[in-house]
């Protein structure tokens, strides 16, 4: 039995008090909050070893490497990689996307498949990566509850396809794909698949192995990692054969000079897509933060939002001039709900009160998702509103937030 008390006691932030209150954060979804073994990892390289990993062979230097070493170990434990070398540092999940997008080998002519529900991250990079090298782009349109008819998948993905990209979790409507039977498709047509994890990641079990993923994108900063962190997953065979993203330093085995000409040699994944110095406190970090979420449980995080997701979206379906955006089927989405208020003019005034008067942290805007807004009628400047619980929120925050959308709803009506 998880003690959710104590874990709560893990996040410096939420020990604030504003204006007298307590935080209740609400906007996982965007950035997770950090927990004191994340900070304390971080904290450790930049006081007892802030060293080149990888470079120098000093004390400092050797004590670096091990821990970056380590921690490419954890995250690929946490995503069960058949190795580390399969997990590439990265940015973030937006770095990830466009590195297979830019350097994947696509044949002329042939198909990228993606869907009206992505992530900007998720299209616009496949979608410039057409328009440069000529290739069509066929998008297979989410149904209005943020689900999808998976017989469109049978009919769009063939044997044109050379790739596609889809998003497990959407940031808007919470649902989650049936990536395993999408994977089984494209691979029977011979296609790759690549999935935008970075809202499932943090929320639910990710076997890399057991999906058959080709390429996964994760954005550590969702998933109690620090800022400015990604990974990309990708099967050993396909990062050896895509092209370099990045050249320069730490990526090379030998640069030799030879007849007035500079020669290369360039080592293999993961060396080979991390090219200069690296975010060597950032990855420590990252690893901590996978490390972490495995010694609570991928299924208990799972169960816990899910139980705070249930009373929030009973209530909500109850409440006069809210309308929830996507399924409220619980058992298929991930902790967060995506609504309008249509008496309030605008998503930003619903975020603005619940901020200012009653601490209550959420989301408002069109959450990088334009398409799916433009599809379902809404303006994207007036936005919608989001809700995402996670591991560290409990049922008070629940009830403080139902609260003050209440006297929202009774004021603006």
């Given at each position: 039995m998880v003690d959710w008390t104590r874990i709560r006691s893990d996040f410096p932030a939420l020990q604030r008090k504003i204006n007298g209150r307590s935080v209740v954060y609400l906007d996982s979804a965007c950035m997770a909050l950090k927990p004191r073994q994340v900070i304390d990892a971080m904290y450790d390289y930049y006081e007892k070893y802030p060293a080149c990993a990888g470079?120098?062979?000093?004390?400092?230097?050797?004590?670096?490497?091990?821990?970056?070493?380590?921690?490419?170990?954890?995250?690929?434990?946490?995503?069960?990689?058949?190795?580390?070398?399969?997990?590439?540092?990265?940015?973030?999940?937006?770095?990830?996307?466009?590195?297979?997008?830019?350097?994947?080998?696509?044949?002329?002519?042939?198909?990228?498949?993606?869907?009206?529900?992505?992530?900007?991250?998720?299209?616009?990079?496949?979608?410039?990566?057409?328009?440069?090298?000529?290739?069509?782009?066929?998008?297979?349109?989410?149904?209005?509850?943020?689900?999808?008819?998976i017989e469109d998948w049978k009919r769009t993905i063939d044997s044109n396809t050379s790739l596609v990209s889809v998003v497990h979790?959407?940031?808007?409507?919470?649902?989650?794909?049936?990536?395993?039977?999408?994977?089984?498709?494209?691979?029977?047509?011979?296609?790759?698949?690549?999935?935008?994890?970075?809202?499932?990641?943090?929320?639910?079990?990710?076997?890399?192995?057991?999906?058959?993923?080709?390429?996964?994108?994760?954005?550590?900063?969702?998933?109690?990692?620090?800022?400015?962190?990604?990974?990309?997953?990708?099967?050993?065979?396909?990062?050896?054969?895509?092209?370099?993203?990045?050249?320069?330093?730490?990526?090379?085995?030998?640069?030799?000079?030879?007849?007035?000409?500079?020669?290369?040699?360039?080592?293999?994944?993961?060396?080979?897509?991390?090219?200069?110095?690296?975010?060597?406190?950032?990855?420590?970090?990252a690893g901590a933060a996978a490390?972490?979420?495995q010694s609570i449980g991928m299924e208990e995080i799972e169960k816990h939002e899910r139980s705070l997701l249930e009373i929030a979206i009973k209530r909500l379906l109850e409440m006069d001039h809210v309308h929830i955006l996507g399924t409220d089927d619980i058992t298929i989405k991930t902790g967060l709900v995506t609504f309008r208020v249509d008496s309030v003019p605008s998503a930003h005034d619903v975020a603005t009160f619940l901020n200012d008067e009653f601490n209550v942290m959420v989301r408002s805007g069109w959450h990088c998702a334009g398409p799916f807004h433009y599809q379902m009628g809404i303006d994207p400047k007036k936005g919608t509103a989001r809700a995402s619980f996670y591991l560290y929120n409990n049922k008070e925050d629940v009830r403080v937030f139902l609260e003050g959308l209440t006297k929202l709803v009774e004021i603006s009506s």
């Amino acid at each position: 039995m998880v003690d959710w008390t104590r874990i709560r006691s893990d996040f410096p932030a939420l020990q604030r008090k504003i204006n007298g209150r307590s935080v209740v954060y609400l906007d996982s979804a965007c950035m997770a909050l950090k927990p004191r073994q994340v900070i304390d990892a971080m904290y450790d390289y930049y006081e007892k070893y802030p060293a080149c990993a990888g470079r120098s062979i000093h004390k400092f230097g050797e004590e670096a490497s091990n821990a970056y070493l380590a921690a490419r170990k954890k995250f690929a434990d946490f995503l069960n990689a058949s190795q580390p070398e399969e997990c590439i540092w990265t940015r973030n999940a937006t770095e990830s996307l466009n590195i297979v997008a830019s350097s994947v080998k696509i044949p002329k002519g042939s198909k990228i498949v993606t869907t009206s529900l992505e992530h900007h991250s998720g299209s616009l990079p496949f979608v410039e990566r057409a328009r440069r090298d000529g290739l069509t782009v066929e998008v297979i349109k989410a149904q209005a509850d943020g689900t999808f008819d998976i017989e469109d998948w049978k009919r769009t993905i063939d044997s044109n396809t050379s790739l596609v990209s889809v998003v497990h979790s959407s940031n808007v409507t919470g649902t989650v794909a049936p990536i395993k039977e999408i994977v089984e498709i494209a691979h029977d047509c011979g296609a790759l698949v690549m999935s935008d994890d970075a809202q499932f990641a943090p929320h639910h079990p990710l076997d890399v192995q057991a999906f058959d993923m080709d390429f996964s994108a994760v954005s550590v900063h969702k998933m109690c990692g620090p800022t400015g962190m990604g990974v990309l997953y990708g099967k050993l065979e396909h990062l050896e054969s895509m092209n370099m993203f990045l050249y320069g330093g730490d990526t090379v085995s030998d640069v030799r000079f030879e007849n007035g000409k500079i020669i290369p040699e360039y080592l293999p994944p993961p060396e080979k897509f991390e090219a200069g110095l690296q975010n060597y406190a950032g990855a420590i970090g990252a690893g901590a933060a996978a490390e972490y979420l495995q010694s609570i449980g991928m299924e208990e995080i799972e169960k816990h939002e899910r139980s705070l997701l249930e009373i929030a979206i009973k209530r909500l379906l109850e409440m006069d001039h809210v309308h929830i955006l996507g399924t409220d089927d619980i058992t298929i989405k991930t902790g967060l709900v995506t609504f309008r208020v249509d008496s309030v003019p605008s998503a930003h005034d619903v975020a603005t009160f619940l901020n200012d008067e009653f601490n209550v942290m959420v989301r408002s805007g069109w959450h990088c998702a334009g398409p799916f807004h433009y599809q379902m009628g809404i303006d994207p400047k007036k936005g919608t509103a989001r809700a995402s619980f996670y591991l560290y929120n409990n049922k008070e925050d629940v009830r403080v937030f139902l609260e003050g959308l209440t006297k929202l709803v009774e004021i603006s009506s």
